[in-house]
């Protein structure tokens, strides 16, 4: 019996349940196939695979097996779902021909292509499958760059937001399917966000944390640092839609942060991609921020064993001359220099009563923001009090079925828990609020304690307000080049400085 392969293929898995299905594929395909005194040997299938690209599992299975020989025909229901691509379709076309394979289709005329008619024939379907694709492609594009301009978000929804369908659909808007907050999941993507907003997490850090709270990607994975890192430049999460050249800064979808929080992190963003912090196996210090002052090349740090077992790590010249040798400086010593000339800035009085009164002034505003929230919520609870106490006297007096008062009091449980979680969390915001204006005050007083008693990331963001860079030689930090605020800062006279590591 001669031997034959049947192929099936769809694009998408949309169309794997609504269009003509692998299974009908198969069955079409392989009732030909005996009709015609043939064997399948294999039934190769592609799901939810395009066929723009010939990289496909199946199809690149299925061209091996044509090149090792043996199969006679290949059987599949239409050309389109071996390519829509001309230069493919063409390319697959001198394959089979090389290896005497014959292609039949289930359900489109066979062209006998050993003729110049038929191969004429065949070229120019293969073109118009490749136009149907690219005619999809057009419309689709426009359709959601449409929908975009609409101010709904045209793809898939980004974490912490779900599709769900238009009620609004055909009734004065074209987007069929819009994008909403995910409530559980909104909550822990804000989190994330305000624990970034504070400088004292790493992305690593806030992987971990997600992930035991429970925060998965939309495929049910871990989130990875990388995907945070989107997550954290991505300006949807403040109400704004980006589509290729289309900008729409107040979309149709609810943000999950506010804009100054946003501009926060993305300045944090900033800095630690300037001074190259990232994860590593060994966190050191300095990293980025200490150079050779012979050569100008960044400072290495390493960790080795010494004979006696004990580690020690150090800081020196990558260059392999003499610079090198002359530039190994004990991590500690080097790190403790740096910690000392903290110990010779100072803000002025005058900019220290700055920042006390504009703290305050931000302090009572957040409260008496927090506070009129409170009482509206408040007011909110009352109300809803008053409504189930009202309906406890109708199931008394008989006016209230035992359905309904059991229906409305699951209602009124459900509000008076939601506006009950929206105080708690008020007080948590006043709460954060204080701790961050007292960690201002003390930074604004004693910038040596701040940073002495800061943590790695903290301590990381006090060195980039100050310092772009620290020039090492002999073991000695001998120049120290201020950042542009800082130097703004000093010519202001806000900042008072000893000096002593020259110009």
Known sequence: ????????????????????????????????????????????????????????????????????????????????????????????????????????????????????????????????????????????????????????????????????????????EISKRIIVLDAPKARMVKKLFELYATGNYSVYELSDMMRKQGLRTKKGGLLHPSKIYEMLKNPIYIGELHWGDIIVKNAKHKPIIDKKTFQRIQTILDNHNHHTCRRRKYQFLLRGFVYCADCGKRLTAEWHLKKSGLKFAYYHCPMRDGCKKSNYIDISVLEKQIENKFKEIQFSEDFIKLVCEKARIILEDKKKTINADKRSLYNQKTAIEQQRDVAEQKLFK??????DFTRNRIRFKEELDDIQSAIDKLDEQKEVKVDEIQKILKFARNIYASYKEAPYSLKRLYLGFFWERFEVKSKVIIKAEPTLLFKTLLDNHKVIINDSWGD
């Not at 010939?54 to 239409?78: A, D, Q, S, Y």
């Not at 008989?398 to 359905?403: K, T």
């Open 398 to 403: 008989g006016i209230l079925s035992d359905e």
């Open 1 to 172: 019996m001669k031997k034959a392969i049947i192929y099936v293929r769809v694009s998408t898995e949309e169309q794997a349940k609504h269009g003509l299905s692998l299974d009908a594929q198969e069955r079409v395909c392989q009732k030909l196939a005996e009709q015609n005194g043939y064997k399948s040997v294999e039934i190769i299938k592609d799901e939810g695979e395009s066929a723009g690209s010939i990289n496909r599992p199946g199809l690149k299975r299925m061209l091996r097996l044509c090149e090792e020989g043996g199969i006679e025909t290949i059987f599949t229901v239409h050309s389109d779902r071996l390519a829509r691509n001309t230069e493919d379709h063409l390319a697959m076309q001198r394959l089979f021909s090389k290896h005497n394979i014959s292609i039949i289709y289930a359900l489109q005329p066979n062209i006998d292509r050993k003729t110049a008619l038929g191969q004429t024939m065949d070229t120019v379907m293969a073109a118009f499958n490749e136009m149907q694709r690219l005619a999809i492609a057009e419309k689709t594009k426009s359709a959601l760059e449409e929908k975009a301009r609409e101010g709904w978000f045209p793809g898939v929804a980004p974490l912490g937001y779900a599709n769900v369908d238009n009620p609004n659909f055909r009734n004065g």
